[in-house]
């Protein structure tokens, strides 16, 4: 505070020794106290710090492999790239704003698809919202229903958007930790074998709950959660009348004969629930940033006040893109031919590789039974190697994958089939 005086009295001196003090003098005190106001807002205090922005700095700083971040490195699919070529080379309407909440053949197309798989006849107008990605549709689903004071229950490990979503929109986030099952020696372990512990999960739920994020399969572990597995969750969302969001953006990407299952088709849970989707990741396209939330009127209609006093609209060729990939997917739905079928085979395939490769090193996989990512456990490195740099309180994973970076040289956050990514559990 006393270095602030005395930098504001040498700023007067100054101002007063000069030939035009009058005017200048009370210009200069305005613009030095307005300065010295806090500009952030409260709402983002802590909340500065990513660990994609800074892994993904040191990689460019160290000319690393960037393998942290869940996207693909090969083309999505002809009739997807043909749909987008299309768009843009079509009519040039396609080049102007379309309706607020979605591209009209979007929306219908959405409706149509996932309606019967959810087992509800859906509304394209009071069902369905078309955001600026999955993301978007997460950030404005906070912002529409989470107020001061409300507490989300998260399931760790978890998305790292859920925590700061939460908080900045006055959430209190509370945690529920999924917990691996022993394994036997030599066996490989798998996400299925971490499971929630049904009595602290209901521990879990107060009177200020308002929502729990369900993460399915789960990033980055690669969970499929199971019916019965959804069905205590469901339960409990009903007995405490809590909204259920349910991130489902990697619902195609399921191996080994799993089965992705929606909360919102569980009986009670549609009025409840949320869900989720992305064309980046259903189409392997990221770049598009087309996602969607489907859910009943009642929530839908606070989402679409926050959408239309923010985003607004979403980018009309890239919808229109989506709509067409979804028309000719519905065509061929089930059948070997589908994307949706041939896409987790050939993930499976290097996912396989993957875990291969990380054994022949060292390292202790998790076997995912869907989505991007590998988790794998460095506790034999962290024996032979306990006092990388970094500072004192910083976790050993994270030492672990910026001594990667530096030395190696491979950035690592999470472990993806496609590009190995560790995303480090000591």
């Known amino acids: 505070m006393f270095r602030n005086a005395a930098a504001i009295s040498l700023h007067l001196v100054g101002l007063l020794q000069g030939k035009k003090a009058g005017a200048s003098v009370t210009r200069h005190l305005h613009q030095t106290f307005t300065m010295a106001k806090q500009m952030q ?153 971490w499971r929630l512990d049904p009595d602290e999960l209901a521990s879990k739920f107060t009177p200020h709950t308002k929502a729990l994020v369900l993460n399915t399969p789960n990033n980055p572990l690669g969970k499929v959660f199971s019916q019965t597995e959804l069905e205590l969750v469901a339960s409990l969302c009903q007995q405490h009348n809590v909204v259920c969001i349910s991130d489902e953006v990697y619902q195609w990407l399921v191996f080994d004969g799993c089965q992705h299952i929606s909360i919102a088709s569980l009986p009670g849970m549609w009025e409840r629930t949320l869900t989720i989707g992305s064309a980046g990741k259903t189409f392997s396209a990221t770049g598009w940033k087309v996602g969607w939330v489907l859910g009943p009127d009642h929530l839908m209609k606070h989402l679409r006040t926050v959408h239309q006093n923010s985003i607004y609209h979403c980018p009309t060729q890239t919808q229109a893109a989506v709509a067409e990939s979804f028309e000719k997917e519905q065509l061929c739905f089930g059948q070997p031919s589908s994307y949706f079928v041939q896409l987790p085979r050939a993930m499976q395939r290097s996912r396989d590789y993957m875990a291969r490769s990380l054994q022949s090193v060292g390292l202790m996989p998790v076997l995912p039974q869907g989505s991007y990512f590998l988790i794998t456990d460095i506790s034999g490195f962290k024996s032979k190697m306990p006092d990388l740099p970094g500072a004192a309180n910083e976790p050993y994973d994270r030492r672990f994958v910026k001594w990667m970076i530096k030395n190696k040289p491979v950035s690592s956050e999470g472990l993806r089939p496609l590009h190995p990514l560790l995303f480090c559990k000591g």
Request: with cysteine; glycine share 8%; charged share 20%.
């Open 41 to 193: 807002a409260r709402r983002l205090k802590g909340l500065d710090y990513n660990p994609w922005v800074e892994y993904a700095r040191l990689a460019t700083e160290y000319d690393a492999v960037n393998l942290g971040q869940g996207f693909p490195d090969f083309a999505p699919p002809d009739f997807a790239l043909e749909a987008f070529q299309h768009a843009v080379s079509g009519d040039l309407m396609l080049n102007q704003y379309t309706k607020a909440f979605g591209y009209p053949p979007l929306t219908k197309i959405l409706a149509s698809f996932f309606g019967k798989l959810l087992g509800h006849e859906l509304d394209p107008l009071t069902n369905v919202l078309v955001t600026v990605g999955a993301y978007g549709a997460l950030f404005t689903a906070f912002q529409a229903l989470v107020d001061e004071g409300d507490e989300v229950i998260i399931i760790e490990p978890f998305f790292d958007c859920y925590e700061p979503m939460t908080l900045m929109a006055g959430g209190r986030p509370v945690f529920v930790s999924l917990k691996p099952s022993p394994t036997r020696d030599g066996e490989l372990n798998s996400s299925s074998n």
